[in-house]
């Protein structure tokens, strides 16, 4: 059974940084893709960062470019967003999600607010 876990969310202050974890089991994360989404509330959940199977391109939406890192260590099965210079903006629940087949799967989110 695949499993996703996220954690390191928490308050911060603006400017600040924080790094999420997204850890697998059931499955090599380095065989999927792996985007992390965020959902602020009264929004629509949107996607923000991307990252394809076996590769270190990666995709980030416009609103975070030069500010958030996706990443993968292999050897942890563990999936990262790191996100420097944070804004109010930025609080949100943010999701890890796979994709293996047709299948999907999320993790149960990680809360980030960030104080002005």
């Known amino acids: 059974q695949v499993q996703l876990v996220e954690s390191g969310g928490g308050l911060v202050q603006a400017g600040g940084s924080v790094r999420l974890s997204c850890a697998a089991s059931g499955t090599i994360l380095n065989n999927n893709p792996v985007i992390w989404h965020r959902q602020a509330p009264g929004k629509q959940r949107e996607a923000v960062a991307s990252?394809?199977?076996?590769?270190?391109?990666?995709w980030y939406v416009d609103a975070v470019k030069g500010r958030f890192t996706i990443s993968r260590d292999n050897a942890k099965n563990t999936a990262y967003l790191q996100m420097n210079s944070l804004k109010p903006e930025d609080t949100a629940v943010y999701y890890c999600?796979?994709?293996?087949?047709?299948?999907?799967?999320w993790g149960q989110g990680t809360q980030v607010t960030v104080s002005s």
């Open positions: 999600r796979t994709v293996i087949g047709e299948r999907e799967y």
């Open positions: 990252v394809p199977p076996s590769s270190s391109r990666t």
